[in-house]
């Protein structure tokens, strides 16, 4: 399958609300950076920040908290508006798969969140949920 024909496969028609994970652990700034680790170690790479109305600002990753790690922090002293990336990349619910594989390749991301036209966190898609995706298209 090349490129210039992906779209014009099942698997190059489905879209991110197909593929997208919806049961996502989310936190807000005030969350502190270790119970964001706690999220981590139960299989969550990185951990969406939402504000009050469930609209996405931030997402701390591994990384971030590594980062910090390395600062000397003690991550029962850091929130999450310490370390997260403000205005993260995010996909919409009816990007097609071409769309978001490009987002994740072009930006060396594993996964990013997907929001509603507001802006209103709903879910997440990672590579794996692509690549799941393309095997149960049987494209």
Not at 35 to 45: D, H, Q, S, V
Not at 90 to 109: E, R, T
């Amino acid at each position: 399958m090349s490129g210039s024909n992906i779209r014009e496969t099942k698997f190059g028609k489905m879209t991110v609300g197909q593929l997208m994970e919806t049961n996502v652990q989310s936190a807000n700034k005030d969350s502190k950076a270790e119970m964001l680790a706690n999220y981590m170690m139960e299989g969550y790479g990185s951990v969406p920040i939402i504000d009050g109305s469930e609209k996405l600002v931030g997402i701390v990753s591994e990384f971030d908290l590594l980062k910090a790690l390395r600062k000397g922090s003690k991550l029962s002293e850091v929130l999450a508006s310490d370390v997260m990336t403000p205005n993260p990349i995010s996909a919409f619910q009816g990007m097609d798969v071409p769309a978001v594989i490009d987002i994740l390749q072009n930006n060396h991301l594993i996964r990013v969140p997907v929001v509603d036209g507001s802006g209103k966190l709903i879910g997440i898609i990672a590579r794996r949920d692509v690549l799941r995706g393309y095997l149960q298209s049987g494209s």
